[in-house]
């Protein structure tokens, strides 16, 4: 769910649509166990639509909360071309004590769409 926003996001029939500003979504990966840790190691994958501009999938900067740190961490600035997915590798304190990941989307120039956001190989350390 989009948790705070600096801008405008918006479901269309394609996906989340994400005008230029900072954007905040929060997710839990996982059932309503606690972890034992807000350690993770996992991979976090992103697609945008083929209709998001290049200029701005390439500016943009994807940042984790870092619940240790109690901050946004950059995790990766530019994503992969549009359709294609982007894989960030995420390692650090970036779960929430109730399991929940924050990650934050900064789109400059236009708006874009994300289609696509998982988590794969998520352990929990």
Known sequence: SVSASSSTAAWTGEGLQLSPGAHALA???????RPPST?????????????SPTNALTQSVVSVFD?????????????????????IPVIGDYAS???EIIVRFDVSGDAVTLSDLDLAGLTVR
Do not use: C, H, K, M
Request: proline share 7%.
């Open 27 to 33: 997710f839990r990966p996982w059932s309503d166990l």
């Open 39 to 51: 350690s993770i190691s996992a991979t976090l994958r992103l697609e945008f639509t083929t209709a």
């Open 97 to 99: 004590p109730a399991g």
């Open 67 to 87: 619940w240790g740190a109690n901050r946004f961490v950059p995790a990766r600035q530019g994503l992969a071309s549009r359709g294609a997915g982007t894989l």
